[in-house]
């Protein structure tokens, strides 16, 4: 029908065995003549090269298997931010980018910084990545699931390199971090509650000696306390 088709087919050789083969089939035309004459055929030995596909396939689904197993998110993004490779826990995430790159689902994640504001996207640990940047250790991150469920992940990226140093993508890794933030935080908040009791206090005294004997710090309470002693002349 004037078609060119190329395909890849096994052929049985004369010993016995196999061989992959690139075939190829054009129409063959004349000048003289509009409709085609006959099929020009072509083949190719594949061999070679279909056995290192095999076990490229091989190798990638050992990696994919390997990646299943890890107890944290983990894949490798495209400069566009895309997913070459990623484990199940990184796509139920993220789903098929890294998360500033999506709108819709960067509002799922919520990070500050140091003077506890909101984290700008572009410094999120994927954005640092993509500009050369190792973020390691990461970002602690409140992430919201569809159903509300909120869960603290740690968050690090680093620029993959080809062979040659080039910049091909980003490797990025996602922890669950939740029971020890939330240990964290709840220490925190105890050690606060204790600061603002001991500072409070009036009715007795609190000191802080150091090595010497010699004291180098008290709270209301001690100052309170020598105060009405110097008063009374004691």
């Known amino acids: 029908r004037g078609e060119r088709v190329s395909r890849d087919g096994r052929m049985l050789h004369l010993d016995g065995s196999h061989l992959w083969v ?15 004459v006959g099929v020009l055929w072509m083949l190719r030995d594949r061999s070679a090269q279909h056995e290192a596909e095999l076990l490229l396939r091989a190798s990638e689904e050992q990696v994919a298997a390997l ?26 995430l993220t789903g098929g980018q890294m998360p500033m790159r999506d709108p819709a689902r960067a509002a799922r994640w919520r990070a500050w910084d140091s003077r506890g504001q909101p984290l700008d996207p572009s410094l999120w640990p994927g954005s640092r990545a993509l500009r050369g940047e190792t973020v390691s250790p ?18 690090s990226a680093a620029p993959f390199q080809t062979a040659s140093g080039a910049m091909s993508g980003v490797i990025a890794v996602v922890k669950d971090i939740d ?15 204790f600061r603002i009791i001991v500072e409070n206090a009036r009715d007795y005294a609190i ?8 004291i180098t710090d008290w709270l ?9 002693m110097a008063s009374s002349g004691r």
Not at 26 to 36: F, G, I, Q
Not at 207 to 214: A, E, F, H, Q, T
Not at 220 to 228: E, F, R, S
């Open 22 to 36: 690139g075939i190829e089939a054009m129409p063959l035309r004349v000048p003289s003549v509009a409709a085609p």
């Open 220 to 228: 209301p309470g001690a100052t309170a306390l020598y105060q009405a």
């Open 179 to 193: 029971v020890e933030r939330r240990a964290l935080l709840a220490l925190q908040e105890s050690e606060e509650r």
């Open 67 to 92: 990646l299943e197993q890890l107890p944290m998110g983990v894949g490798l993004a495209d400069p566009e931010g895309r997913w070459i490779v990623a484990n199940s826990r990184l796509r139920a």
């Open 207 to 214: 000191l802080v000696v150091d090595d010497g004997d010699v």
């Open 138 to 155: 990461g970002i602690d991150f409140l992430y919201a699931d569809p159903g509300g469920q909120e869960t603290w992940l740690g968050v």
